[in-house]
C-alpha cells in the first residue's frame, strides 16, 4: 500500500485501489455506456435534477475527492473499472441530491467490491470508541465481582 501513496499539493494523499492479487481488473466501459442510458433521460428530461447533479460533481471535483480522466485514458482498451453512479433523493430532504457510487455492479460475474482488499469494520471500530467515550465521560465506573462456583 504505501508504494501507492502519493502527495498531491503538499497535503492531499492519494492511493491506488487495493486490489486483491492474481485478481485481474476489467474494462467496464461497455457496462458503463450501457447503465448510462436510462439516467441520461432523466437529467435531460428534469433540468431541477440535472443542476443538482452536475453541483454535486462539480464540489466533487473541487475538494478534490475526483478529477476528470483525461480522454486518452478513456480511449485506450486497458482495463478500466469505471465507477458507476446515479442520483436519488431522499423523502425527508428532497431538495438535497444524494449521489450513489456503485461499487456492487457486476460485470462478466465480477465487482469492483470482489476485488478489492477488505480493512476492518470502521463501524464497529467507532461504535467501540464511542462506547468507550461515553462510558469514561459519565463519571460513574462499574465493576462486577466474579466469585468463584
Known sequence: ????????????????????????????????????????????TNPDFLQDYQHFMQRLQEDRHAEEAPDVELDTDVNTWYLLHHGVYHPRTPSKIRVVFDCCSRYKGVSLNDILLTGPNQQLALSIASFLTRSNCSGSRYHQDVLPS
Open 1 to 44: 500500500m504505501s508504494s501507492s501513496q502519493k502527495v498531491v499539493d503538499g497535503f492531499h494523499y492519494e492511493y491506488h485501489l487495493p486490489i486483491r492479487e492474481g485478481c485481474s481488473q476489467a474494462n467496464t466501459k461497455y457496462l458503463a455506456i450501457q447503465r448510462l442510458k436510462s439516467p441520461r433521460k432523466k437529467l435531460l
